[in-house]
């Protein structure tokens, strides 16, 4: 940790708050999460930014996951799209993290990069957010959901096969 | 010039990143399914995006990586570039390369980190030796990773190059005479006559003698024929005894602090070039366990030989009754320089029987100024402490001993340190003297 630089600091940081802004946003719904579910969760993000390529990230996003499934009784607000952001923040920060030893320091371009593809793949949040919301009053009909989740894995699936050859190399 | 993959392993591995957003994707989206909580989906909607770029563009080439060094041999202090090749990497979209630590290494830039887009052109790393020796320089370690993130190559070794680093090379410039230049043709007056260019006397004519020698004017005064006669100009043989049974003090590399093996190198390689430069001839002998020694030689290879020599030293005390035995084997005339801490009594036996044969001989004091004995773990400290001020009292004894055989001993101060000594030893040499054979 002496041998971090400033950059990596900051990436830490946000892997480190990710999980923890992703359970405060559940409390804007009113149904602040288990203060057990907290601890754990902090301790496991803490764990998560000290190693970002551990498991315990993915442990860490599924207590959020938990602690959403279990509070608000299924809403769907605004503040699941900030816990979603919070989540892909702390993600994208523990990739860039993970690019080399603790010591290296941040390439620009490459940080830019990831920013870019970040904003990118918000997108798909607020999109299912709407979805959720327009179909939240409607007659739940079988198998509804099944059919909207492979709807939108065929269509991601597409978009990136499509797009694949335009990525950069 | 190395080619590296990275070993048994050398497949794309998926990251820790990958892993992270599949299992939490996959956990997210079958709990929303199966629960009926469309605000997991919300969630992990933008790590199942991820995901999925990650794993399409998984890589199927292998790549090979290596390091070419822009020099093979460098001098201290001297800068090269160690430039990463890739190839097979095009479906990498970053590039990681740590520079392994070699001690006296200065690695440019960042401490010999990078990271950055393949794109972007190579990724170079500035490399400096800060000290003489043998160095390995451009070792290091590479990653690669695929596009987002998704799989990580390596990391592999680039393996470095072994570098002879010569010691610095100080130029400086110096008038005083060889003592006794007994060579064929050089720059040095020697004291018989000869076909030099220096005034010496007016004689008469003999046979044999160079028309072109004859002094008209004095000719013409005299009714008889004289010529002028020249002092002749020969090259010198200089011999560096250097000491390698040990290295005192803590050396920093260049510009830093200077151990005596550093300024001992750096002296022998300062004066051995001078040498070079006036046209005299250099043997260098190491007093050490390896004992290695070079003959007598002019010109700048030879110089670069002694270069070589002197950056493969290694501080090593010698075999018993080695040092003893040893003989200078130096031809009259030689200038003997001494090049030494003087801590090992058997340096003032070397040097005195040296100035017994009435060779020219000056001693280098390479001892640096508050040098402490290194004291290896469970030495009492208090003991060491008192073993090295009675070594430095008998180095005092030995060093007034040579003083009173009329040694002259210098401590090194860069070029130009025996400039005034020579002199006095030219001067001596014109002077009568008995000789102990």
């Known amino acids: 940790m002496r041998q971090w630089t400033r950059g990596q600091w900051v990436l830490r940081l946000v892997v480190l708050a990710g999980p923890l802004l992703a359970l405060a946003a559940q409390a804007l719904q009113g149904d602040p999460p288990h203060s057990l579910m907290v601890v754990v969760t902090a301790l496991l993000a803490a764990g998560f930014a000290r190693y970002p390529e551990s498991l315990a990230g993915a442990v860490a996003f599924a207590m959020v996951l938990a602690s959403w499934w279990d509070g608000g009784a299924g809403r769907v607000d605004l503040s699941a799209l900030l816990a979603a952001a919070a989540l892909l ?3 994208v920060a523990a990739v860039l993290a993970s690019y080399g030893p603790d010591d290296v320091p941040l390439d620009r371009p490459l940080t830019l990069l990831w920013l870019a593809r970040g904003a990118a793949v918000f997108v798909a949040a607020p999109a299912v957010w709407l979805l959720a919301r327009l179909l939240w009053d409607q007659p739940e009909q079988s198998g509804v959901w099944v059919a909207g989740v492979l709807a939108v894995t065929g269509a991601v699936v597409f978009a990136i096969v ?5 990525e950069p190399a | 010039m190395r080619d590296r993959s990275a070993g048994p392993s050398s497949a794309w591995q998926p990251t820790g990143g990958l892993a992270r957003s599949v299992v939490v994707a996959t956990v997210g989206v079958v709990a929303s399914v199966a629960g009926g909580r469309p605000v997991l989906l919300v969630l ?14 998984r890589p199927t080439m292998t790549p090979v990586v290596h390091a070419r060094l822009g020099h093979r041999l460098l001098h201290e202090g001297q800068s090269t570039v160690s430039r990463l090749m890739l190839a097979g990497a095009d479906e990498a979209e970053q590039v990681t390369r740590v520079a392994v630590r070699e001690p006296f290494v200065r690695v440019r830039p960042a401490g010999g980190r990078a990271a950055r887009l393949v794109g972007r052109g190579p990724v170079d790393f500035e490399l400096s030796p800060r000290r003489w020796g043998r160095r ?4 290091s370690a590479v990653a690669l990773t695929s596009a987002w993130g998704g799989f990580r190559w390596g990391p592999a070794t680039t393996g470095g190059d072994r570098v002879p680093v010569l010691p610095v090379s100080v130029r400086y410039g110096s008038r005083a005479e060889s003592p006794q230049p007994r060579g064929l043709v050089g720059a040095h007056r ?10 010496s006397g007016i004689r008469g004519f003999e046979p044999g003698d160079r028309l072109r020698r004859i002094n008209w004017r004095v000719s013409a005064r005299s009714d008889r024929l004289h010529v002028t006669t020249t002092r002749a100009e020969e090259d010198a043989g200089v011999l560096l005894v250097v000491d390698a049974l040990a290295d005192h003090g803590r050396s920093e590399g260049i510009g830093g602090r200077e151990s005596s093996l550093d300024l001992t190198v750096r002296a022998a390689a300062a004066v051995a070039e001078h040498a070079v430069r006036q046209g005299d001839r250099v043997s260098l002998r190491v007093v050490g366990r390896e004992g290695r020694q070079l003959g007598y030689g002019a010109g700048w290879v030879h110089l670069r030989r002694v270069l070589g020599a002197l950056a493969a030293l290694q501080p090593s005390a010698a075999h018993d009754g080695e040092v003893e035995r040893l003989q200078l084997r130096a031809a009259e005339g030689t200038m003997v320089v001494v090049l030494s801490p003087m801590l090992a009594e058997v340096l003032g036996t070397v040097t005195a029987t040296a100035l017994r044969r009435g060779l020219p001989t000056l001693v280098i004091d390479t001892l640096p100024d508050g040098a402490a004995p290194a004291v290896t773990r469970g030495t009492d400290p208090v003991a060491a402490d008192l073993a090295w001020r009675l070594r430095k009292l008998e180095r005092e004894q030995v060093l007034s001993g040579l003083a009173a055989l009329g040694c002259p001993v210098v ?9 005034e000594v020579t002199r006095r030893l030219a001067r001596r040499a014109q002077q009568p003297r008995v000789v102990v054979r």
């Open chain 2, 136 to 139: 390995s320089v451009g070792d």
């Open chain 2, 44 to 57: 992990v909607a933008p790590l199942v995006v991820a995901a999925a770029f990650g794993l399409v563009h």
């Open chain 2, 190 to 199: 020697s004291a018989r006559t000869g076909s030099g260019t220096e005034f």
């Open chain 1, 162 to 166: 499509a797009g694949g050859d335009r």
């Open chain 2, 411 to 419: 401590p090194w101060r860069g070029p130009g340190t025996i400039d």
């Open chain 1, 89 to 91: 923040a702390s993600h």
